[in-house]
């Protein structure tokens, strides 16, 4: 995957800073850990989408944003943001998109990550 797409999807910066403080091993464990707590955080936004459960959906989503974030994936992290706003004028058209976004590209954006960091290490 070429730099500028890697960059939609991962928060190189950030991830780069990471590396620097506590090496790409020791990152690599906390995405593992990610990986086998995120289809319980998907199912949950799932869930609670279906249910129309709107009060839910955003506290799931602000505690998705949150461990997306700690482990650099930044598309996923910003589809969370958007998703736990549900104050926002936007948010009843668009939470639909945006939760879709996040369940179609949740695994292979986290497969990406773990190639990045496996290739630091």
Known sequence: ??????????????????????????????????????????????????????DTLCAEAHKFKGAAGSVGLKRIQQLAQHLQHGEEA???????SWLSTIVEHAEGDLQQLKLFLEAKS
């Open 1 to 54: 995957m070429a730099m500028t797409q890697l960059d939609t999807v991962l928060d190189l910066n950030t991830l780069e800073q990471y590396i620097s403080a506590i090496g790409a091993g020791t990152l690599l464990k906390s995405v593992v850990l990610f990986e086998q707590l995120m289809p319980e955080y998907v199912g949950s936004l799932v869930k609670a989408s279906e249910a129309s459960d709107k």
């Open 90 to 96: 936007s948010w009843e058209q668009e939470h639909q």
